[in-house]
Nanobody
Framework: QLQLVESGGGLVQPGGSLRLSCAAS????????IGWFRQAPGKEREGVSF????????NYAASVKGRFTISSDNEKNTVYLQMDNLKPEDTAVYSC????????????????WGQGTQVTVSA
């Protein structure tokens, strides 16, 4: 059973940066498709970024491409989301997910989820 715990959220000014972490335990993240979703109040959950070491592929939502970077550290069994040039519209609860299926993970049907971490971008 894979367990995911996010950290790194907080309050940041527009234009600032944050790095979110998603630490996994119980199994190796390297065996899964991994990703980040976010949900702002009153809005639907949005896929932000996804990665699969098996498929050797990463992708990003258009709204974050060029500003966010997904990466992973196999030794630490942790996936990261580096967020640069943050904007107020990036404010949301960010959750990491992992799944055996790439397609299911992308579509929000991943097998495992973290509890989420709040990111607030405000002056």
């Amino acid at each position: 059973q894979l367990q995911l715990v996010e950290s790194g959220g907080g309050l940041v000014q527009p234009g600032g940066s944050l790095r979110l972490s998603c630490a996994a335990s119980g199994a190796s993240l390297n065996s899964y498709s991994i990703g980040w979703f976010r949900q702002a109040p009153g809005k639907e959950r949005e896929g932000v970024s996804f990665s699969s070491s098996i498929r050797n592929i990463t992708n990003y939502a258009a709204s974050v491409k060029g500003r966010f970077t997904i990466s992973s550290d196999n030794e630490k069994n942790t996936v990261y989301l580096q967020m640069d040039n943050l904007k107020p519209e990036d404010t949301a609860v960010y959750s990491c997910t992992a799944g055996a299926s790439w397609v299911k993970t992308l579509t929000g049907l991943g097998d495992y989820w973290g509890q989420g971490t709040q990111v607030t971008v405000s002056a």
